[in-house]
């Protein structure tokens, strides 16, 4: 199982079942729910290769951190306020972006980064129509897919016509959503923000992203 290391490394030893918001210290490490988890959505290495990588690579180009540009030259961006994959409300708005772009799945492949040599790395696919409760289902697993406050991850479904960057371990964290031209009415409306918070972000972003970021009034 390409996922055994997983089940092992983060069980309640762990140091971060102590900071979870969705597992209880005390419920932390059940292996039970963790590795049934894993089998229903963990992303096989081959299909990975065969079917996921080629598109990744047509959204993010590959290798890039920021503040380098981690979108090719066609894609518009928004840029979030970050510190995790997912909560709650973020996930709900992208779910129903990728709804309404016709996606059927979306994976969520981990960026390596200098402090995650040797843990095991993510490697995860959804279907888009997913619960927030079924999407936190697995204990530590899922704890630590969606919480890991350091973890970097590329979001996407198959069309390739978007994606989400977490960018948890820069300076500030960020999310970046990237989209076609095309969608952009879309995630420009489940990614509504406020000027200030328009503004705040922008602060945060490096300069190649603030030229190229094109904020709306709403």
């Known amino acids: ?86 909560v709650e409300e973020d996930f709900l708005q992208l779910q129903k972006a990728m709804q309404e772009v016709g996606e059927e799945y979306f994976v969520i492949i981990q960026h390596s980064q200098e402090f995650t040599d040797g843990e095991p790395m993510f490697r995860m696919k959804f279907p888009v129509n997913i619960t927030w409760e079924e999407l936190t289902s697995g204990n530590y697993i899922s704890a630590v897919l969606l919480e890991m406050s350091y973890n970097e991850y590329f ?13 948890n371990d820069y300076e500030y964290p960020i999310d970046i959503i990237g989209f076609k031209p095309e969608l952009s009415h879309i995630f420009q409306e489940y990614f509504k923000q406020a000027r200030e918070e328009q503004k705040e972000i922008r602060e945060w972003l490096p300069q190649k992203y603030r030229e190229l970021i094109k904020y709306k009034k709403h």
């Open 1 to 86: 199982m390409e996922y055994q290391e997983h089940l092992e490394f983060y069980t309640k030893t762990y140091w971060f079942s102590t900071s979870s918001d969705l597992v209880p210290y005390k419920k932390w490490g059940d292996k039970e729910l963790a590795e049934k988890y894993l089998q229903k959505y963990w992303l096989p290495e081959q299909e990975y290769l065969n079917v996921w990588k080629p598109v990744q690579d047509e959204i993010f180009v590959e290798g890039k951190n920021l503040p380098e540009l981690i979108y090719h030259p066609e894609f518009e961006m928004i840029a979030l306020r970050g510190g995790n994959l997912f």
């Open 155 to 167: 979001v996407f479904g198959k069309s390739g016509n978007y994606g989400k960057y977490s960018a």
